[in-house]
């Protein structure tokens, strides 16, 4: 698997903006089938940083509702939790 298809894209929320502020934990959702090396290795490229450590969680799909009888259906999905080494960043949306 290429190393841009193992990451999807990085999650911004307001847990994910604390922990990168103050534990250097990135959040990113990843393929399914890619696994904790996999996302190491890609980190490391796409971003020439350091990785330490790499968690990742299995997300349940969802229903929710469209409109009054329609029932749609989230997919299923990975998240990781990649934490830097000490002095490694990544810019996502700083400077801009």
Request: aromatic residues 8%; hydrophobic residues 40%; positive net charge.
């Amino acid at each position: 698997m290429h190393v841009y298809q193992v990451i999807k894209r990085p999650l911004i929320t307001e847990k994910a903006t604390r922990l990168a502020d103050e534990e250097n934990v990135y959040v990113f959702q990843v393929d399914r089938r890619a696994n904790k090396i996999q996302i190491k290795k890609a980190i490391e490229e796409i971003y020439g940083v350091h990785v330490e450590d790499v968690r990742v969680v299995n997300m349940k799909p969802k229903r929710g509702r469209w409109g009054p009888r329609t029932v749609v259906r989230k997919p299923a999905w990975k998240k990781a939790y990649v934490r830097l080494r000490e002095g490694d960043t990544i810019q996502l949306f700083e400077g801009v």
